[in-house]
């Protein structure tokens, strides 16, 4: 508003400079309106898009996306956006029938216990970078005139997700434990990429409660592995992991799936990157790693 305000002062003084308002315009651009359906996405977005770009998180911090339903304010921002950013695969099932940038596009999918494709590729750093890439393409087609911005940050996000790579390939090279117990079934491309072996109390979404056998079968599983930690999570009643945690005589422990951030979270500012460092360090500790 100050630099619009700015501009007519100088018209006023200098008279008609042509091209004078265009430029003052083009220094301060609109940012362009861009809707995530949770939360990695937005964070991708925000980190590739920097100032050029303003996101929306339709998911809200604190709140679990396997089931969330938006409100008809949040489809209406949906609309509104030039760019809609969505993951797929059941995690934000109402996005499958609004058209948008499916960030996951080039990641293959692994399936579930229960058959169905798993969509929690974000867990694993390498896949965020290709979600990252697709995110900056998507961008720079939406506002190629800043082009050499979303590339200039996209890299520097990527070059964030490969240390973080090495930091976890590093940290879990060597441990007494392979296995994992967590709440659900969320870290199937993280375990896959760092070679360990994850068991999961619900299924793809927190939603999927175990059977009695099922609990059975994790209570063994961790008694036969000699597992001393039991994962909860966030966004989810650490009701159950405290169940089984009890029966074994385990201790808990937080693994973040990273789907949304608390008020806490966003509070102190963590992001991503810092949860999954928080992350790496819990699974050191359970995992019992050198
Ligand atoms: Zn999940």
Redesign the pocket.
Known sequence: MNKIFIAILLLAITGCTPGLNEEVINQDPKPMNVTASFYPLAFISQRVGGKLVQVTQITPGGV???DYEPTPQDLTAVSNSQIFIKNGYG?DAWADNIVGVKATSKIEAMNGNSGLQD??MWLNPLNLISEAEVIRDAFVAGDPENSAKYMLNAQGLINDLKGLDQEFKDGLKECKVRQIVTS???FRYMAKRYNFETLAIAG???EEEPSPKRLAELSDFAKKNNIKYIFFETLVSPKLADTIAKEIGAKSLVLN?I?GLTREEAIMGKDYLFLMQENLKNLRTAMQCK
Do not use: F, K, Q
């Open positions: 679990e996306p396997h995690v969509p929690h659900h079934d969320a793809l979404s927190p799936p789907e």
